[in-house]
């Protein structure tokens, strides 16, 4: 988990790469978005919901959170 989150606070697109349930741990899709907003496009479709409804700041158009 260290290494993982390590890389996607440097390159947040690193996140694709992730297993699944990384891709559904809010702490490490909220690092990747620190780097990189449009990392959400690969966390699961429960924390893109989830943050979208937290930060308030998505919007439906937002490429950032398409469900792939």
Do not use: C, W
């Not at 989150?5 to 978005?33: C, F, I, P, T, W």
């Not at 699961?44 to 792939?68: N, Y």
């Amino acid at each position: 988990r260290d290494v993982v989150l390590a890389a996607v606070k440097q390159n947040g697109h690193a996140l694709q790469y992730a297993s699944e349930g990384m891709k559904d741990d809010r702490e490490m899709v909220l690092a990747a978005m620190e780097s990189n907003r449009t990392a959400l496009f690969y966390a699961s479709d429960r924390v893109k919901v989830l943050l979208a409804g937290e930060l308030g700041v998505l919007q439906p158009e937002d490429p950032a959170i398409l469900f792939p």
